[in-house]
């Protein structure tokens, strides 16, 4: 069954970064287009990035683009969520799926940006 665990969450300052991991199991990672989302407190679940499964394709929410960076390593069945200039508004719980997403999801990494 497919288990997955977000990780590297955390209080940072606006401009600040932070690097999300998510490590996969119990389905072929490798075959699978993946995804990450975020629920801010209050907000709807809204898609942040999903990624091909190679890594060779990536597709960005306006409001991330160029600030995001989404990645995957196969041979470990992790990927990966590069956030620099992080803003405020960008403040929520992120989660990791498959892509379009299944019905179970992971505990997520609380993000706060914050001064």
């Known amino acids: 069954q497919v288990h997955l665990v977000e990780s590297g969450g955390g209080l940072v300052q606006p401009g600040g970064s932070l690097r999300l991991s998510c490590a996969a199991s119990?389905?072929?990672?490798?075959?699978?287009?993946m995804s990450w989302y975020r629920q801010a407190p209050g907000k709807v679940r809204e898609l942040v990035a999903f990624?091909?499964?190679?890594?060779?394709?990536?597709n960005y929410a306006s409001s991330v683009k160029n600030r995001f960076t989404f990645s995957r390593d196969n041979a470990k069945n992790t990927m990966y969520l590069q956030m620099n200039s992080l803003k405020p508004e960008d403040t929520a719980v992120y989660s990791c799926?498959?892509?379009?997403?299944?019905?179970?999801w992971g505990q997520g990494t609380q993000v706060t940006v914050s001064s």
């Open positions: 799926n498959i892509y379009p997403p299944g019905t179970y």
């Open positions: 990624i091909s499964p190679t890594g060779g394709s990536t």
């Open positions: 119990g389905f072929t990672f490798k075959t699978y287009m």
